[in-house]
C-alpha cells in the first residue's frame, strides 16, 4: 500500500502554490533576492518519522524562528526567575520590530517581539560567558533541538547588520533600564548571528516536533530541555507567536506557531507532531503568506486545533468480573484507553460504585494505552485506599504502565503480568 | 472505598482558606456587602458528574462569567461573520472596563472586554428581536448551559444601572461607530441584567462543562451551541479571558477561563472537564485571589495545562499476525489507543511497512478507545488503498467505533464483531 | 480719502476665494446643506471699529468657537482652582473628539476638547444652578462678549442632539470620574445648545475683541470677565486651540485661535485685534480651510504674529536739561514712548547715570504713550529714592498718566501740568 | 540715585533661596556633585544691558537649552524646508527623553525633546561637513549668540557619553527612519558635546535676549541668526520648550522657555529680555525648582506674560490742526506713540474722519516712538491716497523713522524735519 499522507501533502500544495501575494522580506538584498516561488513543507511525528513535500531541503535564515528556541534555552540554562524578572510573557499586540517595554520596568512585553528576543540571545548560556561562547551555546542549542549540527549565513549576517539600527536602537534601550548588562552591540550582533542560522523546514519540523516531544529529540531521544520550559515556551507562542494577529490565528489555527521573516512558519501541537512550512513571500502581518494558507489547512484538516474538543471515548473501565469464590474471590476491573485526570477520575468513580466485596481486587491495566502521573498517582490511591478497606490489590500490569508500583502510607500492591497469575497468587 | 477526590477539594480548600488578601468589589454596597469568607469550588467532568467543595450552593451574581456564553450564543444566533464584523478576537493587555475599540472602524477588540460584551449582547437572538426578548434569549441560552432555569438579582441590577456610566459611555461610544445599532442606554439594561444572573459554582462549573463537552450539556445530552462555536469561545478565553494577566495565566494555569467581579471563576478544558471556583475577595486585576490559587493548584495537582505534553502513549499497532494460509491468508492488524491525526498517521506508517500479501487484510478496533473524525478517514482511506491493492479488507469493530464504514471511490470493507467472523468469512 | 482697509480685505477675499477644497462638515444635515461659497471676515480693534467683508452679516452656529468663552466664564464664575481642578491646561496633540482624559483622574486635557469643554459647561453660573439657568447664564455670557442678544438655531440643536452619541460617551465618562456632578445626558444638552448659539463673524470678532481688550467689550466698555481669566483664556487658546495641528498653527499664525464646524474661526490678539473668519468647507484637521489661509495672510501682512519682534523703539529717555540755577535748579528728565518693565528699566538706568545734582527733577511724562503697572511701580520706585536722596520730584503728567502718584516708605512727589509749574513750583 | 533692580533681583533671591526642595540630576557623577546651594539669575536687556544677581559667573554646562539655539541655527543653514521635512513642531506632551517619533515618517515631534535635538545637531552647518566640522560650527554659533568663545566641559562630555545609551537608542531609531543620514553614534557624540558647553546665566541671558533682539546680538549688534528663524524658534519654544508642563508653564508664566537639567533656566520675550536662572536641584519634570520659581515672579511682578494685554496707550492721533490759509493752507495731523497695526488702522480711521479739505497735509511723527513695517506700508499707503486726492503731502519726521519715504504708484511725499518747515515750503 502506498501512504495518503504523501498525497495529501501534494493536494494541498498544489492548493496554494498558485498564490502569489504578498513579496519576500525587501529590507536587505539577501532576503529580497529569494525565489518567491519555493514552497516546501513538513511534518515531525513525535517518535521520529517526518513526512516532507516541495522543497524540503532548501536552506533558508531561521530568523525569528529562532526566538521560542532560544527563549528555552535561555530558562533552562538561567532558571525561570532570572528570564522572567527580564522579559514578560504578555502579549503586545503589536508588530514584530515593535520596542514594547514595560512602562516602568523597561522590561520587554515577551520574548517573542525583537526586544525580548535580544535580551533573550544574552540569557543563553551561564552569566560569565563571553559573548562567542554564548553564540556557540545557542548555535549548539539550536543544533540540539534540530539534531544535526547547524552553520549560519556570513552573508546575510553581515547584511543584516548593515541594516540592524532598529535593533540596535532596542539593545541600547534595553541597556539604560539594566535589562541588557553587556554592551548592546555586541549582543546584537550575537542576536544577528543567531538568526542567521541556515536550516530547512524539515529541520524546523524536527525542533518543532522536539518541543511537542516535551523537549526531547524524537529520533535520537537526547533530552534538549527540561519539560516545564517547553510547557512554558508553547504557552508563550500560543498568545505571542503571530505578533499582532494573535487572535486571528488562535481562533482560526490554533496551533502554538512562530512565523520567520525569510518565509518559515513552524506550529508544535503538544505531544502530537511538529510541522514547518517554507515560502518566502510574506503578508503585512510579516508572516507567509502560503505558510498560513497551509496552517489553516492543516488544522481544520487533521483536527490539530488546540480547542478541538477529542472524540468522546469509550468508557475507562471495560468491565468487571468475579473470580474465584470464597475467601478466593477476587474483582478483576479491566481499565482501558489513555488515563489523564478525567479518566482517573471516573474509574475512581466507578470503583467507588462497585463497592467491592471480594477478598482480592485486581485493576486490569492490560488495555491501556498510556496513563500520566496525575492518573498514576490517583490510581496508586486508589489501590492505597482499597488495601485500608482490606483487600489484597493487584495491578495486572503486563507492559509495565506503572513501574514499581508504591501507594505508600499503609497501600499495598502486587504487581502481576496476567489476570491467571493474579488468579493464582490470589487465591 | 471512599473517593479521594473530596479529600483533595476539602485539602486544596483547606490550603487556599487562610488567605484573606484582596477586598470584594466595592463600585456597588450589594458586591462590597458579599461575605467575603465564602469560598467554594466544584468540578464538573463531561459525562455529567459533579465534585463540589465548599460553599458550592451560594448564589452570587454571574458577573463577566456571561460574556464566553453569550458570546457563544451571539455566534450560535447570528453566524460568525456577522459577529466578528462587529468584534475583534484580538487581546487587549488592558483592564476589564477599558474602551479599546479598534482604530478606524471602532471595533471592541474582543468580547471579553465590557465594550465586546455590551455589543455582543446585542448580538444575541435573531435582529428583529426587541430588548425584552432579546434579554430572555440572553437568559434562556445561559439557563441552558447550567441546565436549570437561572433569574436575575433584581437588586444588583438597579444598583449596578446606578453606576453605569462607565458602560453608557462605552455604549454611546459604539454607537456612534454603528457598533450598535439600537439605543445605547436599554442594551446596557439588557448587559446589566445579564451580568445580575444568579449561580452556583455548581452551575458555573456545568456551564464550562458544557463549552467541555463540545456545545452539549453533560447531564441532559441536549445541544446548546455547535461545536465551531465552542472553539471559538475556547479560543478567545484563552488569548482575552484574564484581561491584562493574560501572559500569566496562559503560561502558569493554561486553561481557558472568565472571572467575574462577584468572585466567581471559571476553567474549561476540551473534552476533559468545567471547573469553577467563587470566592468574593479580587485582586487588583479583578479576579478573585483564592480563585486564582486554586486554579493554579488544579492546573498543577491534575496536569490539566493545555500546553501540558500527556504521557507518550503506547504503540497504536498492538501487534499483527497471519491466520489461516493459501488464498484463505488473512493478516490481522489490532490497532489500540486513542486514535487521532498523530495516531492515524502511526496506523498508516505500520501498515505501509507491514506490506501484506495475504489476500485478506482485518483492522481490528477491538482495543481501539477513542477516535476522531480525521483518524476515522484516514483509516477508511487506509482501507480503500488497500481495496485497490487487491486486498479483502475488515474491520473488526465490536463496538461500533466506525459506523457505516464507506471508504468511497473503489474501496470496500466487511464490518465484523470478532476476529473468528473475519476468519471465517475471509476464508 | 478712502480707507485701504476694505480694499486689503477686498484683495485677500479675492485670493481666497477661488480654492474649493474641502468639504462642509457632513454629520448633520443641517452642517451638510450649508453654501459653502460663503466667505466673510471682520476685524475688530479694541476701541470698537470693526472692519467687515463679504458674507459678514450671514448667521451660522458658533459650535466649538464658544469654547474658550465659556471657560471664560467658568473661571469667572467658580474660580480657578474649581476650575483646573476638573479640567487641564495641557495640549493634546489629538482630534477634538478625542476623549483625553488625564490617567488616573479621569480630568480632560484641556478645555478645547469635547471632553474639557463639556465638563466647562456644567461650570458655568454657580453650583447651585439648574439646567436651565445654567444655560441662560452661558446664552447671557457669549451675549456680553458679542454686544448683542444671541440666540440658538433650534434645528442645528435638535439634530445634533440626535448625533451626539459621542459626546453622551465622553459626558458618561465624565461622571464616572466625578468631573461632572450632574446627569450627563442633561450636560450634553446644555453643552449641545451652547454650540448652536447663532453669531456672525462680525459677531465672533467683538467677542475676540473683548478678549484682545482684557475682557473689556470694546464698545459698551463692559467688563464681561476679569483680567487675569483672560489671560488664562488665550495662554490655553495658544496651545490647545488648533488641536492637533497646534505646532503648525504656532509657528506659521501665532495667533490665539479657535476654530468651530461651521466653519467659522476666530483670532484673539492681546491689546490689538480681534479676527474672525467664516467659510464652511474644512479641511482634515476640521478647520475651515479659507480660514486658516485667511489667517496666515493677516498674520503675516499685518505682522500680527505673536512672536514677531517689534521694531525697535526710540530712547525712553528722551532727553534731559537743567533749568534754573542755585537751590532753584531743577533736572527735567523727558520720557517718551509706550512704557513697560524694559521701558522702565531703561528709564532708571538713564536716571542712575545721570546722577542728577540739582535739588528739584522733574520726570516729564508729556510724550509717554503709554505705561502699564509695573512700570508705574517701577517710576514710582525711582521717585522715592530720588527723594531719600534729598531732592524734590515733580511729575510732569498733563494727561494723568500716574494718577494719584504715592511713592510710599518716604518718598514724595508732586504732580504738575507742566515744564513751566515745575519750574515755577520749584523755583 | 541707587538702581531698584539689584535690590529688586536680591529681594527675589532671598525668597526662593530657602527652597531646598528637588535634587540635581543624578544620572551621571559630574551632575550629582554640582553644589545644590548655588543660585543665579541674569535680565539681559535688549540693548546689551545686564543686570546680574548671585552665583551669575558660575559655569555649568548648558544640557538641553542648547537646543533652541541649535535649532536656529539647522534653520539658518540648511533652510525651513529641509529642517521641517526632519523635525515636526508638535508638542509632544512628554519628558523630554521620550523617543515621541511621528507614526509612518519616523519624524521627532520637536526639537526640544531629544530624537529631536539629536536630529538638529546633524542639520548644522553644511550637508557635506565632516562630524568634527559640523560640531564646530555648532559651538561657534552657540559662541555667537553669547558674545564670547565657549568651550565644553570634556569630564562632563566623558560621564555622559558612558551613559548615552538611551540617545543611542534614540539615534539608531533616527537612523532606520532616515532621519539621521550619519553614524548614529557619531551624531550621538556631537550632541553631547553640545551639551557639555559651559555657560554662565549671564551668558545664557545674553543668548536668550539674541533671540529676544530678533536674531541681533545686542551688545556686538552682530546678526546670530535671520528674524524668521527667531520667530519660528521663539513659536517652538512656547508650545514645546518645557515637556510636559507646557500648558501649566504657558498659562502660569507665559514666556517661551527651555531649561537644562544641570539647573540651567532661560526665557525670552520677543523685543524686550532674555532671562536666565540657574540652581542646580529639580522637579519631577526635570525643570530646576528656584528656577521655575523665579521664573513666576518675574512674570507676575514684571507682567512679563505673553498674554499680558497692554496696557491701553493714548490715542494716535495726538492732535490735529490747520496752519496758515487758502492755497496755502495745511493741515498737520500729529501722531504720538508706538505704531503697529492696530495703531496704523487707528491712524487711518482718524484721517478717513477728519477728511482734510486743505490742499496741504502734513503727518507729523515727531512723538512717534516706534513703527513697524506694517504701520510704514499702511503709512505710506495714506500718503498715497492723499497724494491721489489731490493734497501735497509732507511727512514730519525729525528722527527718521520712515527713511527714504516712497509711497509708489502715484503717491508723492516731501520729509521735513519740523513742522514750520511744512508750513514754510508748502505756503
Redesign the interface.
Given at each position: 500500500?502506498?501512504?495518503?499522507?504523501p498525497d495529501y501533502l501534494a493536494e494541498v500544495r498544489g492548493a496554494v502554490e498558485p498564490d502569489r501575494s504578498g513579496a519576500p522580506a525587501g529590507y536587505i538584498p539577501e532576503l529580497a533576492a529569494a525565489d518567491p516561488e519555493r514552497l516546501g513543507m513538513a511534518?515531525a511525528?513525535?517518535?521520529g518519522?517526518v513526512?516532507a513535500c516541495g522543497d524540503a531541503d532548501q536552506a533558508f535564515t531561521i530568523q525569528s524562528i529562532s526566538k521560542p528556541f532560544v527563549y528555552a534555552l535561555a530558562l533552562a540554562d538561567r532558571g525561570f526567575d532570572t528570564v522572567l524578572d527580564k522579559i514578560?510573557?504578555?502579549?503586545?499586540?503589536e508588530a514584530f520590530n515593535e520596542?514594547s517595554l514595560e512602562a516602568g520596568t523597561g522590561r520587554p512585553?515577551?520574548p517573542m517581539i525583537n526586544a525580548g528576543a535580544i535580551a533573550t540571545h544574552s540569557l543563553a548560556g551561564t552569566e560569565q560567558m563571553g559573548a562567542g561562547d554564548r553564540l556557540q551555546r545557542v548555535i549548539d542549542g539550536l543544533s540540539a533541538f534540530a539534531g544535526r549540527s547547524l552553520a549560519t549565513d556570513e552573508s546575510v549576517f553581515a547584511s543584516e547588520m548593515a541594516h540592524a539600527?532598529?535593533n540596535?536602537?532596542?539593545?541600547?534601550?534595553l541597556?539604560?533600564h539594566d535589562i541588557l548588562t553587556e554592551d548592546?552591540a555586541t549582543v546584537v550582533e550575537g542576536y544577528t548571528r543567531q538568526c542567521s542560522v541556515l536550516v530547512t523546514v524539515r529541520d524546523l519540523a524536527v525542533m518543532a516536533a522536539t518541543l511537542?516531544?516535551?523537549g526531547v529529540h524524537p529520533v535520537s531521544g537526547q533530552r534538549v530541555v527540561p519539560?516545564p520550559v517547553?510547557?512554558?515556551v508553547?504557552?508563550?507562542m500560543?498568545?505571542?507567536g503571530m505578533y499582532?494577529?494573535?487572535?486571528?490565528w488562535?481562533?482560526q489555527v490554533?496551533i502554538?506557531a512562530k512565523s520567520g521573516v525569510a518565509g518559515g512558519l513552524i506550529g508544535s501541537l503538544?505531544?502530537?507532531?511538529g510541522i514547518a512550512t517554507f515560502s518566502p513571500r510574506l503578508d503585512a502581518h510579516g508572516n507567509s503568506v502560503r505558510g498560513v494558507s497551509l496552517f489553516k489547512r492543516f488544522s481544520s484538516?487533521?483536527?490539530?486545533?488546540?480547542?478541538?474538543?477529542?472524540?468522546?471515548?469509550?468508557a475507562v473501565v471495560r468491565g468487571t468480573r468475579v473470580v474465584g469464590t470464597g475467601t478466593a474471590a477476587g474483582r478483576v476491573v479491566e481499565i482501558?484507553?489513555?488515563i489523564?485526570?478525567?479518566g482517573a477520575?471516573?474509574l475512581?468513580?466507578e470503583?467507588?460504585s462497585i463497592?467491592p466485596r471480594e477478598p482480592g481486587v485486581a485493576l486490569d491495566l492490560t488495555?491501556v494505552?498510556?496513563?500520566?502521573?496525575?492518573a498514576r498517582r490517583?490510581l496508586l490511591?486508589?489501590v492505597r485506599?482499597?488495601t485500608l478497606?482490606g483487600h489484597d490489590v493487584y495491578l495486572v500490569d503486563p507492559?509495565t504502565m506503572v513501574p514499581d508500583p508504591d501507594p505508600g502510607d499503609g497501600g499495598r500492591v502486587v504487581a502481576v503480568r496476567t489476570v491467571e497469575e493474579f488468579v493464582h497468587r490470589h487465591g
Open positions: 500500500m502506498r501512504s495518503p499522507i511534518f511525528m513525535v517518535d518519522e513526512h514578560g510573557v504578555e502579549p503586545s499586540g520596542i512585553l515577551n539600527h532598529r540596535l536602537a532596542i539593545a541600547h534601550m541597556r539604560t548592546p511537542a516531544n516535551n519539560g517547553v510547557r512554558q508553547l504557552s508563550v500560543s498568545t505571542c499582532d494577529a494573535a487572535g486571528d488562535a481562533t490554533g502554538p503538544p505531544g502530537q507532531v484538516d487533521m483536527g490539530l486545533h488546540l480547542m478541538e474538543v477529542p472524540a468522546s471515548a469509550r482501558q484507553g489513555a489523564r485526570f478525567t477520575e471516573r475512581v468513580r470503583i467507588v463497592a488495555h494505552h498510556s496513563i500520566d502521573d496525575v490517583m490511591e486508589v485506599r482499597l478497606d507492559e
